[in-house]
């Protein structure tokens, strides 16, 4: 801020016999901004710059882009080639949060679709995840079959997709039962309930895959006419051990010994001494005679003398 002031001393001026001369001006000099000043302006620059690269980022296009269906993609779809993947999805550039953005295929990442399959139904729109696909595992040209069957026959419905399972049928009843397996190490596609949920109660209906044309038809037989289980397999894919053959009960000469788990102590009533039968002898075998002679006179001769006999027994 400058200040003007105006100073003329006239007493001085007329005593010197001087004329009035002009007037003087006086200024004060600007002074500079103080401490708080500063802070505060520097404070609100900030605070503009700040809301400037907000607005900035809100406006913004993202820079990232995932990978989305182009089209409905079936489960067990295999992608064999780069172009078959480019022909069935799309990108766009999103906004994620980090746990999406984790499981999402960004649409650098196409190249790692081939050879894979798809577990999990995509509607068009859809976000490409890495939990809905699967290494092929061998499904290459296989065919695709489903069957049902109820939860407690299919693991207790803890399947799920990229597994590998067993088939075992039981046909006939009775005593003309038998139960064998249908196929092994098949690839679990898909896992769904009849109403389209996944682990639903009641009945559920798997997809596998399935490359022998025989093992399709022995599949769809058991399906059909057998009561059917399927196990989580320990087969992989380059595994060819055989399965046992077909199991039928047949009688056996005697049942399954009892497993052996210990020598438990139980409380016992008390009896004769462990040294004394229970005819009142020590020889155990209940006949009266201590010798084991067969006869009840104590020696060792054999032969019954008539006091003797009569006493029971005596030491010669």
């Keep these: 801020m400058e200040v003007t002031t105006a100073v003329r001393d006239d007493a001085v001026t007329a005593a010197r016999g001087e004329p009035a001369g002009p007037t003087r001006l006086l200024r004060r000099r600007r002074g500079l901004p103080g ?148 196929a092994r190490g098949l690839p679990l596609l898909r896992v769904s309930a009849p109403d389209g949920t996944v682990g639903g109660p009641g009945q559920t209906t798997l997809t596998v895959a399935v490359s022998a044309l025989d093992d399709v038809l022995a599949l769809s037989h058991a399906a059909a006419t057998a009561e059917v289980r399927v196990t989580r397999s320990t087969a992989g894919p380059g595994d060819t051990d055989p399965a046992p053959g077909a199991y039928r009960a047949t009688p056996l000469p005697e049942g399954p010994r009892p497993e052996v788990a210990g020598d438990p102590v139980f409380d016992r009533p008390p009896g004769p001494p462990e040294h004394e039968d229970v005819d009142g002898t020590v020889d155990g075998d209940g006949d009266g005679d201590v010798d084991g002679d067969g006869d009840v006179d104590g020696d060792v001769d054999g032969v019954v003398d008539v006091d003797e006999a009569t006493a029971g027994w005596s030491v010669p």
């Design 35 to 182: 401490g708080r000043a500063v802070v505060g302006a520097l404070l609100v620059a900030a605070s503009a710059v700040g809301v400037f690269a907000a607005y900035l980022g809100a406006t913004a296009e993202p820079s990232t882009a995932y990978l989305l269906a182009g089209r409905t993609i079936e489960p067990g779809t295999r992608f064999a080639t780069l172009d078959d993947v480019l022909g069935a999805v799309g990108q766009a550039p999103l906004e994620l949060p980090p746990t999406a953005a984790g499981r999402a295929i960004r649409a650098e990442d196409a190249a790692t679709l081939v050879g894979r399959v798809v577990v999990a139904p995509l509607a068009r729109g859809d976000l490409l995840s890495r939990t809905a696909f699967v290494e092929d595992g061998g499904v290459a040209d296989a065919q695709t079959l489903s069957f049902s069957l109820p939860e407690a026959d299919a693991v207790d419905g803890s399947l799920r997709p990229g597994e590998r399972v067993d088939v075992i049928a039981t046909h006939g009843a009775g005593g003309e039962s038998f139960t064998a397996f249908v």
